[in-house]
T-cell receptor, first 112, second 112 residues
Framework: KAGVTQTPRYLIKTRGQQVTLSCSPI?????VSWYQQTPGQGLQFLFE???????NKGNFPGRFSGRQFSNSRSEMNVSTLELGDSALYLC???????????FGEGSRLTVL | EDQVTQSPEALRLQEGESSSLNCSYTVSGLRGLFWYRQDPGKGPEFLFTLYSAGEEKEKERLKATLTKKESFLHITAPKPEDSATYLC?????????????FGTGTRLKVLA
């Protein structure tokens, strides 16, 4: 059974640019959530999607957005990048009955 | 306010030297507590789920336990390959079923 797939794994952008990250959940999982991980803050919740609907959102500015498609694949977008957006962005799909999250390898974003 | 605190922040053990990692939590109601292992540059890997006080789960050299206020991850006779960051997360019953609060982790280093 394939795990959670995130692309791209690494990317470098400059301030002011925008970026789109992609996540394919485990087959059969309909819930996808996104987290930002930085050394100082740990894992911070960005948002969660279920059946193409955003069900919960963390305390991030409106520059961070996401969506989910009918096949449960999800994308997140960060516009007008800032230096502080440099982080590992993790996607997780959820096992519905147990609540267990299964993470992808992450997308490492560096903003210069 | 819902909160998760892990201690110690970092731990160095000799191979074979058993120890415990702590995860203290403050939530109005607990839906589940989760342990993850994270290797550098990778996404967290699911280890255990605990749902109620008194519950224990075991896997190889790891054993997780849960009380009403904290969880312990016991590592028995660790090996160098157990070196990683161990994350604890709680899912509170409030704020819907989609919110997970992560601790900042314990960085474990096992020396040969």
């Amino acid at each position: 059974k394939a795990g959670v797939t995130q692309t791209p794994r690494y990317l470098i952008k400059t301030r002011g640019q925008q970026v789109t990250l992609s996540c394919s959940p485990i087959s059969g999982h309909r819930s996808v959530s996104w987290y930002q991980q930085t050394p100082g803050q740990g894992l911070q919740f960005l948002f969660e999607y279920f059946s193409e609907t955003q069900r919960n959102k963390g305390n991030f500015p409106g520059r961070f957005s996401g969506r989910q498609f009918s096949n449960s694949r999800s994308e997140m977008n960060v516009s007008t990048l800032e230096l502080g957006d440099s982080a590992l962005y993790l996607c997780a799909s959820k096992q519905r009955n147990t609540g267990e999250l299964f993470f992808g390898e992450g997308s490492r974003l560096t903003v210069l | 306010e819902d909160q998760v605190t892990q201690s110690p922040e970092a731990l160095r053990l000799q191979e074979g030297e058993s120890s415990s990692l702590n995860c203290s939590y403050t939530v109005s109601g607990l839906r589940g507590l989760f342990w993850y292992r994270q290797d550098p540059g990778k996404g967290p890997e699911f280890l255990f789920t605990l749902y109620s006080a008194g519950e224990e789960k075991e896997k190889e050299r790891l054993k997780a336990t849960l009380t009403k206020k904290e969880s312990f991850l016991h590592i028995t006779a660790p090996k160098p390959e157990d070196s990683a960051t161990y994350l604890c997360a709680v899912q509170p019953t409030t704020s819907g079923t989609y919110k997970y609060i992560f601790g900042t982790g314990t960085r474990l280093k096992v020396l040969a």
